[in-house]
């Protein structure tokens, strides 16, 4: 499998080229063109892991992509502008935010971090983990940035895309002056990261960014 | 007249330079960024009444179109769309057709003709509109992507091609099409993906990298939420 990131940084694309027969599974809704030879299936993966899943915001199904009888090409796109990172899983494995996650090889396992603290942290992050050995494909909404964490470093929950497994973190407020103090500040929740190893952040925020052109369009009338 | 596509593919403008009083330039109404004060500019519904109707209910275009006229050599206009992405120029030939999805329509100079065309009972499944602009004569055209544009050329590259319906900008007229679902009977109700279209033939198909119909989708939660009664 290779993948190519086209339209760098704000309008981009992968172009994941699969060898026959291999595979990649993607996040529903982000396949925009494929060749003709691939063979989309749509899986639950289970009732269990489905609604965990759907626990993790993100939707209850996945596509897997098949290249039939020759190579084949799939393009995946994410509905937000935005910059996109390929990352190795195997020697190092991965944390993702939810609303990160484009695609991964079929021999990566990807799950909603059932145990262990920011399960649920509030701000709609949810973490997915991964494990096993290939290639991951993650989105940010605004550039991407990798941050080499050595020591401690303090990341708003909505700008968080992606860390190393390795990296200790605990979900909290962002100020020490107390929760109203915090909640004034429009910081919201943050990760508080402890050890070594890499943070992927994103320059914008979903939540804020919805926030502020939900309020300007009509309400929806109940 | 010389044209030129700035600032692809993030957010694109094309910067007219007229080389001769009288060349034109037609544009989606509120397309123009900027003009030189002596250009003419008349605001008109191109081909009557009766067709420019049929372009703004049929082909998702405005009901009014502005024709700019240069009057004196050297005069400028720039044009932009109004969501972010790409602007593609094509120079058409005579006999030479280009399909548009409705929407993507900027600006062309005078010697190109456009109406629609009905799609048949695919387009109606489409949700992007029963009906394709067509645009054919000779001269210079300019459509917008929302995103980038991601260019294919079937029948050299790739013997056929698979592109999700919100993602069709233009193709060629050498190319053809049906409506499909992807994936079985589930998939089309839990993949995501909703319906695609199927190329095949020979021509070159133009993508956009993102869909207005997921930002919609995106910002939909965010709406809030007022009780009558």
Redesign the interface.
């Known amino acids: 499998m290779q993948v190519n990131v ?2 760098r940084p ?4 992968a172009q994941v080229w699969l060898q026959p027969q291999e595979s990649i599974m993607a996040e ?2 982000a ?6 030879n ?5 899986q ?1 993966g289970g009732v269990m892991k489905g609604l965990k899943r759907l626990f993790g915001g993100e ?3 996945r ?1 897997t992509f098949t290249a039939q009888g020759g190579q084949g ?1 799939v ?1 995946l ?1 994410t ?3 935005g910059d996109m990172a390929v990352l190795e899983v195997g020697a190092r494995q991965w944390q993702i935010s939810n609303s990160s996650f484009i695609a991964s090889s079929v021999t990566v396992d990807v799950s909603t971090q059932a145990s262990g603290r920011g399960f649920f942290s509030g701000a709609g992050l949810f973490i997915l983990g991964t494990q096993g050995q290939g290639q991951l494909l993650v989105g940010s909404f605004g550039a991407i940035e990798a941050v080499n964490v050595n020591g401690e470093l303090i990341i708003d929950t909505g700008h968080l895309v992606c860390w190393d497994a390795n990296l200790q973190y605990t979900v909290g407020k962002s100020s020490n002056a107390g929760w109203i103090a915090s909640y004034l500040s429009g910081e919201g929740l943050v990760c508080h990261f402890r050890g070594q190893g890499q943070v992927y952040v994103q320059t914008r925020n ?1 939540q804020e960014y ?2 502020t ?3 300007l ?6 | 007249m010389h044209a030129e596509v700035k600032h692809n ?2 957010f694109a403008a094309v910067q007219i330079q007229f080389h001769q009083p009288g060349e034109q330039v037609v544009a989606e109404a509120g397309a123009m960024v900027a003009r030189d004060t002596a250009v003419q500019m008349e605001t008109n519904m191109r081909g009557g009444l009766g067709s420019a109707l049929k372009r703004k209910l049929l082909g998702g275009e405005s009901l009014f179109q502005n024709t700019f006229t240069c009057t004196q050599p050297g005069q400028t206009i720039w044009i932009a769309p109004a969501p ?3 602007i593609t120029q094509i120079d058409l030939q005579p006999g030479q057709e280009l399909y548009l999805q409705s929407g993507a329509y900027l600006a062309s100079s005078s010697g190109v003709q456009l109406d629609t065309k009905w799609q048949g009972a695919k387009g109606f499944f489409s949700g992007e509109g029963l009906f394709l602009l067509r645009a054919y004569g000779q001269g210079s055209l300019w459509f917008s992507s929302y ?2 544009i ?1 260019v ?1 050329d079937i029948g050299q590259q ?7 319906t919100s ?1 069709m900008v233009a193709f060629t007229q050498g190319l053809s099409y049906n409506i499909d679902k ?3 009977l ?2 089309l109700f ?4 909703g319906l695609v279209c ?1 190329f095949g033939g020979q021509g070159r198909l133009w ?1 956009q ?3 207005p119909g ?2 919609a ?3 939909q ?8 009664g």
């Open positions: 086209l339209y704000s309008q981009t694309v529903s809704g396949m925009m063109g494929m060749s003709m691939v063979d989309m299936q749509t639950a939707s209850f199904f596509n090409e393009l796109t509905p937000l502008c979903a919805g926030s052109v939900g309020r369009l009509p309400p929806v009338q109940r | 593919p993030d972010e992405g790409a995103g980038g991601h294919v790739y013997p056929g091609y698979i592109c999700d993602h992807v994936g079985g589930k998939s839990l993949s995501g993906e199927r993508m990298t993102r869909n997921a930002l989708s995106f910002l939660p965010f709406r809030t939420v007022q009780r009558s």
